[in-house]
């Protein structure tokens, strides 16, 4: 911690300083704030699980979370459910609109998806227009339901540059 209460990350080296008995007289470090080089291997780290666009976990994030969750499910005899999701006609908004329409569109669809799903869930962006969400200790009773709120939520009309989007999902 800096003087001004700054939290920093150091790289610290320290020596203790013996006299001629082996008695400890003192201690000698040399310190390195890395402050910057964490917080780069944390941007890093971040685009790598993380859709650049969305900020939702990106494929290699859901394959560790499905890893994790199948084997939880497993110990405890528990069910997962894998819902994928796809804007129907996704393509017409970007060749109507243009691309910074559609990119909008996809950063307010996963804003709706989050609201939906508990903390425990996850929600991740394939790339395109394709989601699929992880649905932890769901039969397939909860994985219906979700997908009906979903459907629900869809229903409501997105406001992109100015229009009102009505958007459908396909969810297998």
Do not use: M, W
Request: hydrophobic share 50%.
């Amino acid at each position: 911690r800096r003087k001004d209460g700054e939290r920093r990350a150091a790289l610290a080296n320290l020596a203790a300083v013996r006299d001629a008995d082996g008695r400890i007289t003192h201690y000698v470090g040399i310190a390195r704030d890395i402050t910057a080089l964490k917080a780069a291997e944390r941007r890093i780290e971040h685009q790598a699980y993380y859709d650049a666009l969305t900020d939702l976990p990106n494929r290699a994030l859901l394959a560790q979370r499905a890893e994790l969750a199948l084997a939880l499910a497993s110990r405890h005899r528990a069910e997962v459910a894998i819902l994928f999701l796809d804007l129907d006609r996704f393509k017409e908004v970007n060749d109507a609109l243009g691309h910074v329409a559609g990119d909008a569109l996809l950063v307010q669809v996963a804003a709706r998806l989050q609201t939906l799903l508990r903390a425990e869930d996850t929600v991740c962006r394939l790339g395109g227009d394709g989601f699929v969400l992880l649905l932890t200790e769901v039969g397939q009773d909860g994985a219906l339901r979700a997908a009906e709120r979903l459907l629900a939520a869809f229903r409501r009309p997105f406001v992109v540059t100015g229009h009102r989007l009505s958007v459908t999902v396909s969810i297998g």
